[in-house]
């Protein structure tokens, strides 16, 4: 069974980091994209960062040169390097990877982790 999980989420003070991680698992024949998501109490769930299979990256303006998006291909995982966090980030980050997956026939999906929760307060 293809799953995402993630991990590194917690409470920490502004001005702290995190460092959040996702491994992907399973039957999976290759990844694509891959990305973080974030959704805050009554928000709708937006981009934080994708990164391709070649390493090319997007971040969504309100984390430009805070947060930093890395992947590792061998070991199928992405991670998300948090710094200079503010209240504002305070959301549940959700993992996501576009992937070519076997589930008695190859295909094309996308996936989600089940979420962390990340919550910068003092």
């Known amino acids: 069974q293809v799953q995402l999980v993630e991990s590194g989420g917690g409470l920490v003070q502004p001005g702290g980091s995190l460092r959040l991680s996702c491994l992907a698992s399973g039957s999976i024949f290759a990844i694509n994209a891959m990305g973080w998501y974030r959704q805050a109490p009554g928000k709708q769930r937006d981009l934080v960062a994708a990164?391709?299979?070649?390493?090319?990256?997007n971040y969504a303006g309100s984390v430009k040169g805070r947060f930093t998006i890395s992947r590792d291909n061998a070991e199928n995982t992405v991670s998300l390097q948090m710094n200079s966090l503010k209240p504002e980030d305070t959301a549940v980050y959700y993992c996501s990877a576009n992937m070519e997956v076997w589930d008695g026939t190859r295909r094309v999906d996308n996936y989600w982790g089940q979420g962390t929760q990340v919550t910068v307060s003092s």
């Open positions: 990164i391709t299979s070649g390493g090319r990256t």
